[in-house]
């Protein structure tokens, strides 16, 4: 047995050739620094709720401190109170919850990037490289580690690590020494994207990864306007062997009426047709030489006699036959002897052959004149395809996707490149193409 080990190392998308991260990638995936403003903000909340929790220890210290500084601390008046139970227990309640205020702290910290104040203020704390969650050990404890020691100068020390170093970030993304300590960087999810929203962020990584092609201008309709100043819009309304007839769709008031249309085909017939008289063929002139005698003039026809109408005898209505029901073509046939305009492979194999409108979703419907369309359910376990994600539609020149307004939008990936789909404009697709809705795939296999 041949045991395959995969030993390479993970790649970090959004690192410069010398390993840094690059603060452009993480611009383009719409990731923002956290202001300096919040941040100042989150920290006083946290202070405040920290001195909140300290309140019964400073009412109980605070004089015994100060007898201690004036020298007229006795021991043992002091343990010969009556309230010494009561004291212990202030400052034990006191210190526990302190405790607990920042355990929680750092946990939170460390596993989702967000402490109790950079909740309220709408900030995040992300490891500077991978854009994920910062590493417990570094990004939490050592952070904490850092700051506590800045207090061995009182005031000066917080006020210069805490408050004024991000002002000297070369980047200019707001990071101080306790980020550069713990490798962190804080951002902005109120107007910035949140980078952990795992469906967001791999979308913006995709788009980031993948350069879309620019949409290209729509051609001209080939509808002819009833009106001068109205807008052309092909719709289709009815089918030949030629192809699809386009209509335009004007409003009920612009459209004329029913018996006005009638009157005017009636009087755009000559009366020869109208009488049913027939009409003599045009012939050119024959040039005559200028020597030759003129013609006698012909004599003059007899009248034409007038047409008798013998109506036709009337056809009998052959009975009605019952409808033939095509059998389903045996296994191994030709997909195109069976009706199939294409056949789709999903990402997990399941195959889907396209004999009419087929539509992708997660509960998918069909809209309003779609008529009988085949729907496909796809399950999807992180949500980004929609209830009615995309549309496949099979013409006469070709095979058609179009996206119906979903969350997530679709794309078709040829050849490498991804082009995205704009609601409601069809796209035709080839075989070898893959369709991308959502997070979900299929593949072009037959068409």
Known sequence: MIWEIDDRAPVIEGLDAHGRPD?????????LPAPRGRRVLAALLEWF???????????????????????GFDAEKFFARDDLVWIIVAVAVSQGLMTVFIIVQLVLHGRKGVTLG???????????????????WRGAVVRYLVAYVSLVIPLIGPLLVVVLSPLFDIERRGRGW?????????????????PYDQKRMRIARKRVKTPEHQEKAPLPSLATPMARDAVAEYVPSARLSGGVIGAHRSTPSAAPAEGAAVESMVSAVPPSLATGAQ??????????PASAPAPAPAPAAAPAPAPVLVSAPAQPVPAATPPVVAEPPASGSDPAAAGVRAVLVLD??????????????RS??????????????????TRSVS??????????????VVDRASTNGSAVIRKGSETALVAGHPAEVQLGDTVRFGDRTLQVEWV
């Open 178 to 194: 306790l980020d550069l300590a713990a490798g962190t960087w804080f951002v902005d999810v109120r107007k910035g994207l949140n």
């Open 118 to 136: 950079k909740a309220i203020c709408g900030i995040r704390s992300v490891n500077v490289k991978t854009l994920e969650r910062p590493r417990f």
């Open 348 to 361: 997990n194999g399941e195959r889907i052959e396209v004999r009419g409108t087929t539509i992708f979703g």
């Open 23 to 31: 603060p452009a990638y993480a611009a383009s995936l719409g990731l």
């Open 49 to 71: 709720l920290a001195g909140l929790i300290m309140i019964p220890a400073f009412i109980v210290l605070v004089p015994l401190l100060t007898q201690i500084a004036a020298g």
């Open 387 to 400: 209830k009615t994600h995309i549309a496949v539609i099979p013409a006469r020149r070709g095979v058609f």
């Open 279 to 288: 009409v003599p063929s045009y012939a050119p002139p024959t040039p005559v």
């Open 364 to 381: 998918p419907s069909a809209a309003a004149g779609e008529g009988e369309a085949h729907l496909v359910r796809v399950h999807d376990d």
